[in-house]
């Protein structure tokens, strides 16, 4: 049996898909597992053991699907169910299973605050399309492998190596990250040291709040991603928005308080996944959430969703 699993994006959605394609290989044994993703996200699968082949989208869709036909597969399972992913199944013509967007529902559910989508999580909602080949989860978290041995004594000043929390400040959205000042007044209310990561486009922000912040150290943009996850799997705990390096934490079981502002876990079902200690960190608002994947600025100005968050629950959370 050959099967193709389907997800072109984002990171955290892809992170959620890992338990889908390990219990496909290791449910059916004998099953030859492929996935195609978006190059940019080709890093999730690299040294995946549960993954036969890889492949990566091209620049133009009727390579892919050539592709694809030649491979011959037996199942095609659609976890992205869009325009691109509906031409693939449409033009190979094989047995398929797409993952349920509930789009309607969930639209309804942002638009008018009414609560359409049960709180069942994404990896739980994808594990129904691989229902129909007596595939069942196996309840274990998600699955990240690190590409290098890395060493904390190359990646962090020596004060920082003997236990730190990693504070997760980039998000790609405005609304999915608290204000440098909130973050500073955690920060030094924190008794273990902070190691403060992110991409390239938060190391101004990560530079004044260790500017301003006790014990604290940026590595945010000098870190690759590869790094800043083995840093992640080697913190006490850590704090972080709506973003993928949050996600991926969950693969190393290390506590989370995971902090959400103009977006809400239970709407997308990206809450914490088979995580032993987790905080859910978000007030309820009236305008909350206002839309499902963050924007560029809060609709109203006033950002209550991330300038009245309680920092106590986190930083007694983060330092136990």
């Given at each position: 049996?050959?099967?193709?699993?389907?997800?072109?994006?984002?990171?955290?959605?892809?992170?959620?898909?890992?338990?889908?394609v390990?219990c496909?290989?290791?449910?059916?044994?004998?099953a030859?597992?492929?996935?195609?993703?978006?190059p940019?996200?080709?890093?999730i699968?690299?040294?995946?053991?549960?993954?036969?082949?890889?492949?990566?989208?091209k620049?133009?869709l009727a390579?892919?699907?050539?592709?694809?036909?030649?491979?011959?597969?037996?199942?095609?399972?659609?976890?992205?169910?869009?325009?691109?992913?509906?031409?693939?199944?449409?033009?190979?013509?094989?047995?398929?299973?797409?993952?349920?967007?509930?789009?309607i529902?969930?639209?309804?559910s942002?638009?008018?605050?009414?609560?359409?989508?049960?709180?069942?999580?994404?990896?739980?909602?994808?594990?129904?399309?691989?229902?129909?080949?007596?595939?069942?989860?196996?309840e274990?978290?998600?699955?990240?492998?690190?590409k290098?041995?890395?060493?904390?004594s190359?990646?962090?000043?020596?004060?920082?190596?003997?236990?730190?929390?990693?504070?997760?400040?980039?998000?790609?959205?405005?609304?999915k990250r608290m204000?440098?000042?909130k973050?500073i007044?955690?920060?030094?209310?924190?008794?273990?040291?902070?190691?403060?990561?992110?991409?390239?486009?938060?190391k101004?922000?990560g530079d004044?709040?260790?500017?301003?912040?006790?014990?604290?150290?940026?590595?945010?943009?000098?870190?690759?991603?590869?790094?800043?996850v083995?840093l992640v799997?080697?913190?006490?705990?850590?704090?972080?928005?709506?973003?993928?390096?949050?996600?991926?934490?969950e693969a190393f079981d290390?506590?989370?308080a995971?902090?959400?502002?103009g977006?809400?876990?239970e709407?997308?079902g990206v809450q914490?996944y088979k995580?032993?200690?987790?905080l859910?960190?978000?007030?309820?608002?009236?305008c909350?959430p206002?839309?499902?994947f963050?924007?560029?600025k809060c609709?109203?100005?006033h950002?209550?969703?991330?300038?009245?968050?309680?920092?106590?629950?986190?930083?007694?959370?983060?330092d136990?």
């Open positions: 049996m050959k099967i193709l699993v389907i997800r072109f994006s984002s990171m955290g959605d892809i992170i959620y898909t890992t338990p889908v390990r496909l290989k290791k449910q059916l044994p004998n030859e597992i492929h996935f195609l993703t978006k940019a996200f080709k890093y699968y690299d040294n995946n053991p549960y993954v036969d082949k890889l492949l990566l989208l620049d133009k390579g892919t699907i050539n592709e694809i036909k030649a491979e011959k597969y037996d199942y095609i399972i659609d976890l992205h169910n869009n325009l691109r992913t509906t031409l693939i199944k449409f033009n190979v013509r094989v047995k398929s299973s797409t993952y349920k967007k509930q789009r529902q969930k639209w309804l942002l638009k008018f605050k009414l609560k359409l989508v049960p709180p069942v999580h994404l990896v739980d909602r994808y594990l129904k399309t691989v229902a129909f080949l007596g595939v069942k989860n196996d274990q978290p998600i699955d990240y492998y690190i290098a041995d890395h060493k904390l190359k990646l962090l000043p020596p004060s920082y190596r003997d236990g730190y929390i990693a504070f997760i400040i980039g998000a790609t959205h405005f609304t204000p440098n000042s973050i007044s955690i920060c030094n209310q924190l008794k273990h040291p902070v190691v403060l990561l992110g991409g390239n486009d938060v101004a922000n004044e709040i260790a500017a301003q912040s006790d014990n604290v150290y940026n590595a945010c943009g000098i870190t690759t991603l590869d790094e800043s083995f799997s080697k913190a006490k705990s850590v704090i972080g928005f709506d973003t993928g390096l949050t996600h991926i934490a290390v506590p989370i995971s902090v959400w502002g977006t809400v876990p709407l997308l914490p995580v032993k200690e987790v859910i960190a978000g007030i309820d608002l009236d909350r206002c839309s499902r963050g924007l560029e609709p109203l100005g950002f209550k969703c991330m300038n009245d968050m309680p920092e106590r629950p986190i930083v007694d959370f983060a136990r």
